[in-house]
């Protein structure tokens, strides 16, 4: 089992089964090329953490997904059995934890949940081994993710520095390569461990003993096939962990899209790019700045060199 585990990359998609890629599909079931769920948000399946083996890439991975259970509309009393489960499915520790992020809203859950991860599994399970994965890029529209998080979104910059500056997304027009990619930047990393892996290992190994001489028989020497074939009960039955975690979840209402304070700033300021040419809205700022008499000269003259330049640059790439 050791060998098999080894061999195997390991993912905790935190989010990932109330998440959907731009294909409609969950990130697990794109990333492992895996038909969508039947069932549709809200049902049973939304609120348990799943597990997936497959091959994506050339590679073997093990997926494990689990619901936003860092939303602050979030049931308090599922969160410590949500934690509990997916260390479990998880355990001996995962390459890399993919945080989902909807683009669109503001992050204050997923900014909780690294909070979680951090007190929980220390500083590293963050630092080293978190990784955000944007999602809903559609209410983009046809503005570059890059763009869009360095000029509107220095919120997001700042929980994609936390997770020491990665990030990725599935919404490409090439959905292989895409994934390709996403396991490029997560497969260099070691197993995740700390004191609370080590002590689930420790635990699903006792109960892996349990449910093999229950099949095989208490006589019978155990094999480390026979602990193998024991393992997906032992994740299922292994208990709650000492994972006490609301505290660091104010009460709160579900978080809204971009519709008030700073985040209506964002939306309304993209609204405004879109409706004026953005050469004419840099001649405009510049004018604001240099202000008095001159400065509507120099706003319009740099508003006309940028769209100068721009149509330029437009014709030489046709």
């Known amino acids: 089992m050791a060998d098999s585990q080894a061999a195997e990359l390991t993912l905790v998609v935190l989010g990932g089964t109330q998440t959907r890629t731009g294909t409609g599909k969950e990130p697990v079931h ?11 948000h809200g049902g049973p399946a939304d609120q348990q953490c799943r597990k997936h083996r497959g091959e994506a890439a050339g590679r073997r991975v093990a997926l494990v997904s689990t619901p936003a259970w860092f939303s602050p509309s979030f049931p308090p009393g599922q969160r410590e059995r949500l934690i509990s489960s997916f260390v479990a499915l998880s355990s001996p520790g995962p390459h890399a934890f993919l945080l989902c ?33 944007f999602t809903h890029l559609e209410a983009l529209e046809d503005e570059p993710l890059e763009d869009y998080l360095f000029t509107w979104r220095k919120d997001l910059l700042q929980l994609v520095g936390r997770c020491g500056d990665r990030y990725h997304t599935l919404e490409a027009e090439d959905q292989a390569r895409a994934v390709e990619e996403l396991l490029e930047k997560v497969e260099g990393a070691e197993r995740l ?9 420790r635990r699903l190994r006792e109960r ?10 208490q006589e019978r020497r155990l094999t480390e096939e026979d602990l193998e074939a024991a393992r997906d009960e032992a994740e ?15 009460s709160a209402p579900p978080t809204p899209p971009l519709t008030g304070g700073p985040c209506f700033l964002w939306a309304w300021a993209r609204w405004l790019s879109r409706l004026v040419r953005r050469e004419a809205l840099l001649g405009a700022l510049v004018g604001l700045l240099v202000g008095g008499p001159y400065g509507g000269v120099v706003g319009a003259s740099v508003g006309c060199i940028a769209t100068e330049v721009q149509r330029r640059k437009t014709a030489k790439s046709d």
């Open 236 to 250: 299922s039955t292994v208990g709650d962990l000492d994972v006490s975690v609301d505290h660091l979840f104010p």
């Open 208 to 217: 892996q003993v349990e449910v093999a001489r229950q099949r095989r028989g």
């Open 30 to 40: 794109t990333i492992l090329g895996l038909p969508d769920q039947e069932q549709g």
């Open 101 to 133: 992020v909807p683009v669109e809203r503001r992050a204050d859950g997923e900014a909780a949940a690294l909070d979680v991860l951090r007190e929980l599994l220390g500083p590293a399970a963050v630092a080293s081994h978190t990784l955000v994965l």
């Open 193 to 201: 461990s700390c004191p609370l892996y080590r002590e689930t290992e």
